[in-house]
Nanobody, 122 residues
Framework: QVQLEEAGGGLVQAGGSLSLSCAAS????????MGWFRQGPGKEREFVAA????????HYADSVAGRFTISRDNAKNSVYLQMNRLKPEDTAVYYC???????????????WGRGTQVTVSS
């Protein structure tokens, strides 16, 4: 089982940027599809972005497309989420997740980090 640990959350004003990172340990994630999810106050967890093991393809929720960028560094066993032009509605706990399958299907992710809080003030 892979362990995932997120970092980089914090408080930012609307329009600002934050960069999240996710460090994996326990096994290599070089063949895993990696994703970011979030859960806002009073909301269900939702998909944000995902990236295939070879970084050839990324997939984004409509709400973040064009503002967020997911990337990975397999040599560092890590995945990242660059968030630009942040909005108050982006406020949530952000979770890193791993899937053994070559798919962006949210239900395929079976390893999860504990999350990092992102708060965007208006």
């Amino acid at each position: 089982q892979v362990q995932l640990e997120e970092a980089g959350g914090g408080l930012v004003q609307a329009g600002g940027s934050l960069s999240l990172s996710c460090a994996a340990s326990g096994r290599s994630i070089s063949r895993s599809t990696m994703g970011w999810f979030r859960q806002g106050p009073g909301k269900e967890r939702e998909f944000v972005a995902a990236i295939m093991w070879d970084a050839r393809a990324g997939h984004y929720a409509d709400s973040v497309a064009g503002r967020f960028t997911i990337s990975r560094d397999n040599a560092k066993n890590s995945v990242y989420l660059q968030m630009n032009r942040l909005k108050p509605e982006d406020t949530a706990v952000y979770y890193c997740a791993a899937s053994q399958w070559t798919t962006f299907e949210p239900d395929s992710f079976d390893s999860w980090g504990r999350g990092t809080q992102v708060t965007v003030s208006s």
